[in-house]
């Protein structure tokens, strides 16, 4: 198994444009997460899914923050209007049922200038 | 929501020493995994123990749900096992909350 995919891996984008991250989980698995890394607040969840729908999105900081699932093997965040602060790895993961283990793909690196 | 701790926040070893790491959480759960992070961002996921021991190798794990704390033990740590450790709960349907992380630096 490939484990779970994200690209890009490094995306570098300027002050007000739209941005995509994008994952494909492992196969079979049932629940996607969205986690943010960052110095100042380590590692928060921002949006779960389960069975392509959403569960809670009481983690997306702002509006400007929006996460889909259109099938099983696919999700996008998308931050559109992006802003400095927005900086950060973002980590698609995966996993069997709510409480199993979770796999993390290898994060995305935004940085928003 | 429930709180994850960890200690120490950061730890330097000498290359062959043996340490270990802790993870206290607040409340019960019904999971909990060890992860490392290594020098390049990725996670991995060292062990699923919602209680009792596992070893893996060189390091091993030990949850005792009862009084809400695990252990993660690495013995005659490489400098390979830098990085930042993280333990992660889950608590009810709530997904994986994660502590800050004990980051380790092994000094040949």
């Known amino acids: 198994d490939a484990g779970v995919i994200q690209s890009p891996r490094h995306e570098v984008t300027e002050m007000g444009q739209e941005v995509t991250l994008r994952c494909k989980p492992i196969?079979?698995?049932?629940?996607l997460f969205w986690y943010r890394q960052t110095m100042m607040r380590g590692l928060e969840l921002l949006i779960y899914f389960n069975n392509n729908v959403p569960i809670d999105d009481s983690g997306m900081p702002e509006d400007r923050f929006s996460a889909k699932m259109p099938n099983a093997s696919f999700s996008t965040l998308k931050i559109q209007p992006s802003e400095p602060r927005d900086s950060a790895v973002y980590f698609c993961?995966?996993?069997?049922?709510?409480?199993?283990?979770?796999?993390f793909g290898q994060g995305t690196r935004l940085t928003v200038v | 929501g429930i709180q994850v701790e960890q200690s120490p926040p950061d730890l330097i070893l000498q290359e062959g020493a043996n340490s270990t790491l802790r993870c206290n959480f607040s409340d019960s759960v019904n999971n909990l995994q060890w992860f490392h992070q290594n020098p390049w961002g990725q996670l991995i996921n060292l062990f699923y123990i919602p209680s009792g021991t596992k070893q893996n190798g060189r390091l091993s794990a030990t949850t005792v749900a009862t009084e809400r704390y695990s252990l993660l033990y690495i013995s005659s740590s490489q400098t390979t096992d830098s990085g930042v450790y993280f333990c992660a709960v889950e608590q009810g349907n709530t997904p994986l909350v994660f502590g800050k992380g004990t980051r380790l630096s092994v000094i040949a």
């Open positions: 993961a995966s996993s069997l049922g709510a409480s199993f283990k979770a796999f």
């Open positions: 196969s079979g698995h049932d629940y």
